[in-house]
């Protein structure tokens, strides 16, 4: 026989009668709905042990008794809860048996009782092992073991009587609702602790394979550089009037003892950017300039490519600015001639507010080092637009710059990884490029790259787990479906469970009487921000091995961390998902430029500016000084 015994197994005394109500009717709707049959039995959790004692034990016994349940207690505790060794359990339940009870001396029927053992709430063996001795026991000392009803005195059929027939529609569509209830509590509880330990696990990965490679490389950059390669550097322009200057000028101060070719590539600019290069480099040996009708960034590249003097190309967004040695650690990795191409080290230069600095945080701590590790592996599946090197004949092999996809870099870094070629990873190569200062800019970047990605997933998704195409096919293009794709698409419901985690605290804390409230809420608030408070810690942990990568990163910047799950998460996590609903629609994507502001700018050049700043206050307090 069956009876309720609440669905979350509160002390029902603790709580409003509300909370009561609720516990009862939804533990009665499921039971109906698994089998059919109303149950008549009710046992509350902790005071129905005995007797109800109290007025705040009563009011649960009358909500309970007003829905037509009997109400059932006990006297013999087994402790069986306690996981005590089957012995134990049979020779406590024959003491307590033994006891006088003076409930049951009152009602001059000290030959009825019931033995409490549990199902649940931990390992239930030595429950299990108990019974047999337990039940041989008690009929030895002249017990019999009979039913609740038979013990109340009322038939089988009133303890658990069947539904009426017209209530079969009914049960069916309260049946469908529970069992969905039930697999997805299921699916999120599986789906969240696979999540868990492949984050955990990727991370502990990542992180070794990351430190493994920066110290390879220190060892690689100690020695001098002596490959010194002719280079075609390719900047493709579209309405970048603003920066272009500043891109070339970064170029033109290159320490490098190769010969070095610009290649400026206006793509049908609506600006000024043609004339303002035209004018300022019109009669520079080293820079060329050509102007092509508007068809996009891959167009453009190839175009330049095409046009380019020497073997290795490197391509660079307009709006960003090298580091005076980027170019010479940049080629180096092409000294073997597997490797077809070069990823370099971006970074953000415009760190002037919170969203700009979030991406810094997030171009150190999560682009840059899955680099530097899968580099180990041979498995990297992006070279940035802002700094890259390629192989020249490499990418006309594969077809160039292919333009059915919106990040044709990516897309052509899969392309000589499948035709077998090596891509490496240059950290020493770095490249200063404008972040979006909005998040409304921001989403639209990263929705450009996220549906770029899926696009490129989608293209080569016959190479996954294909033995032909080694860690591609095995680490990179699975890595790239699950951790930048899947999981972010589903990240959001974290979020969500944690703040109804936060509504249900507030639900529960409502719930209980005045005296206790405080202390609940307390209790269960802790165990929910301590969970948080170490996923919080472990990421800035993560974020801290990534800076300690690179010792001109400034390490203030990782205590965003705790704000970033609060805002900037939640645009990258909009923009995975609304890229999965555009793919699923059909939608048309276009590139979305950004608006170029202009404001990047060199560490070396930020500190001069800062230092003019200072100098400027000193003099400014000393003008005024002499005033007075």
């Known amino acids: 026989e069956i009876g309720n015994h609440t669905y979350t197994h509160p002390n029902l005394a603790l ?27 009710f046992r509350p959790p902790y005071f129905g042990d005995a007797e109800p004692s109290t007025d705040a034990e009563l009011g649960p016994v009358g909500i309970a008794s007003r829905r037509n349940y009997w109400t059932i207690g006990l006297h013999v505790d087994a402790e069986d809860w306690k996981e005590l060794p089957a012995d134990s359990i049979v020779k406590l339940v024959l003491h307590r048996r033994e006891l006088p009870n003076e409930i049951n001396a009152l009602a001059q029927d000290s030959a009825r009782n019931i033995v409490l053992l549990h199902d649940a709430g931990g390992n239930r063996h030595n429950t299990v092992a108990a019974l047999g001795p337990l ?83 220190h060892q690689d950059r100690a020695a001098p550089i002596t490959y010194t390669p002719g280079v075609s550097v390719i900047v493709p322009a579209y309405n970048e009037e603003r920066v272009i200057v500043q891109t070339i000028s970064s170029l033109l101060n290159q320490r490098y003892a190769g010969e070095l070719e610009i290649v400026v590539v206006d793509d049908g600019s609506s600006d000024d950017t043609a004339t303002i290069c035209e004018e300022a480099y019109a009669s520079h040996p080293h820079v060329t300039f050509y102007r092509k009708e508007n068809g996009g960034k891959a167009s453009a590249l190839n175009f330049g490519i095409a046009r380019a003097k020497h073997e290795i190309v490197i391509g660079l967004d307009a709006d960003t ?5 980027t170019v010479a650690e940049l080629v180096q990795p092409l000294q073997n001639p597997r490797v077809a191409a070069v990823a370099g080290n971006a970074k953000v230069g415009n760190r002037i507010n919170l969203v700009t600095r979030w ?109 032909k195409y080694g860690s591609l096919g095995w680490i990179a293009l699975p890595n ?149």
């Not at 709580?15 to 039995?41: G, K, P």
């Not at 600015?321 to 040695?325: G, H, I, K, L, P």
């Not at 555009?582 to 048309?588: C, N, S």
């Open 321 to 325: 600015v090298f580091d005076d040695d």
């Open 15 to 41: 709580t409003a009668d509300r909370r009561a109500r609720i516990e009862i009717d939804a533990t009665a709707s499921l039971l109906e709905a698994v089998i059919n049959r109303r149950v008549a039995f």
């Open 480 to 628: 790239v479906f699950l951790f930048q794709l899947v999981l972010p698409a589903i990240s959001p419901l974290a979020d969500l469970l944690f703040l109804y985690s936060i509504l249900l605290v507030w639900f529960n804390a409502s719930s209980h009487r005045v005296d206790d409230q405080l202390t609940y809420a307390l209790s269960d608030l802790e165990k929910v921000f301590t969970y948080y408070a170490v996923f919080l810690l472990v990421d800035w942990l993560a974020a801290m091995i990534a800076f300690l990568m690179e010792p001109e990163e400034d390490k203030q910047l990782t205590w965003l961390i705790f704000l970033q799950r609060f805002a900037y998460r939640q645009v990258m996590y909009w923009v995975v998902v609304r890229s999965f609903v555009a793919a699923l629609r059909g939608q048309v994507v276009g590139w979305g430029k950004l608006d170029r502001k202009a404001t990047v700018e060199l560490p070396s050049a930020q500190d001069t500016q800062g230092l003019l700043r200072w100098l400027g206050g000193i003099r400014r307090r000393l003008t005024q000084n002499h005033l007075s």
């Open 135 to 217: 039940i041989d026991s008690l009929r030895a000392r002249g017990d019999t073991l009979v039913l609740v009803s038979d013990l109340a005195g009322v038939s089988r059929l009133d303890a658990m009587p069947p539904l009426p027939p017209t209530n079969e529609a009914t049960r069916l569509l309260r049946l469908a609702g529970w069992l969905m209830l039930g697999v997805v509590e299921t699916g999120v509880f599986w789906i969240f602790a696979i999540a868990v330990v492949l984050g955990i696990g990727r991370l502990l990965i990542i992180g070794v394979l990351a430190i493994i490679q920066r110290v390879r490389q």
């Open 359 to 467: 991406q810094a945080l997030e171009y150190v701590t999560s682009q840059n080092i899955d680099r530097r590790a899968f580099s180990l592996l041979d498995c990297i599946t992006v070279v940035p637009g802002a700094v890259g090197a390629w192989r020249r004949s490499v990418v006309e092999e594969v077809g160039g710059f292919k333009e059915d996809t919106l990040a044709e870099d990516q897309d052509l870094t899969l392309a000589m990884r499948r035709a077998g070629y090596s891509v490496a990873y240059a950290d020493g190569a770095i490249a200063y490029t404008e972040a979006p200062d909005t998040l409304r800019g921001l989403a639209k970047q990263r929705f450009r790259w996220s549906f770029g990605t899926l696009q490129c997933t989608w293209k080569h998704r016959d190479a996954f787990f294909r033995p």
